[in-house]
Nanobody, 110 residues
Framework: VQLQASGGGLVQPGGSLRLSCAASGISFSTSYMGWYRQPPGRQRELVAA???????NYATSVTGRFTISRDNAKNMVYLQMNNLQIDDTAVYYCYSRSSWGQGTLVTVSS
């Protein structure tokens, strides 16, 4: 399994970013895909997940601001993040089939 996350960067509070995760080595269309994050000095936590059915769930702290989506034709999963806040600063990881991507850093700062 290979999961390649990208799209992180530095953004001001209230800004937006779109993270992408390219997956290979798995039956993507049948796979649960998740975005997790690890803020500085804290444990990794679930941000959003999308199942093969298309059903989604979100952490309470990001509901209404973040949207997870998938493109089965491209083996891609995305995380659209709007109205970013300082507390969203973290390394964001793509997850599937007990495997983690390398992480992409999102820094929200003025």
């Amino acid at each position: 399994v290979q999961l390649q996350a990208s799209g992180g960067g530095l953004v001001q509070p209230g800004g937006s970013l779109r993270l992408s995760c390219a997956a290979s080595g798995i039956s993507f269309s049948t796979s649960y895909m998740g975005w997790y994050r690890q803020p500085p000095g804290r444990q990794r936590e679930l941000v959003a997940a999308i199942r093969s059915s298309g059903s989604t769930n979100y952490a309470t702290s990001v509901t209404g601001r973040f949207t997870i989506s998938r493109d089965n034709a491209k083996n891609m999963v995305y995380l659209q993040m709007n109205n970013l806040q300082i507390d969203d600063t973290a390394v964001y990881y793509c997850y599937s089939r007990s495997s983690w991507g390398q992480g992409t850093l999102v820094t929200v700062s003025s």
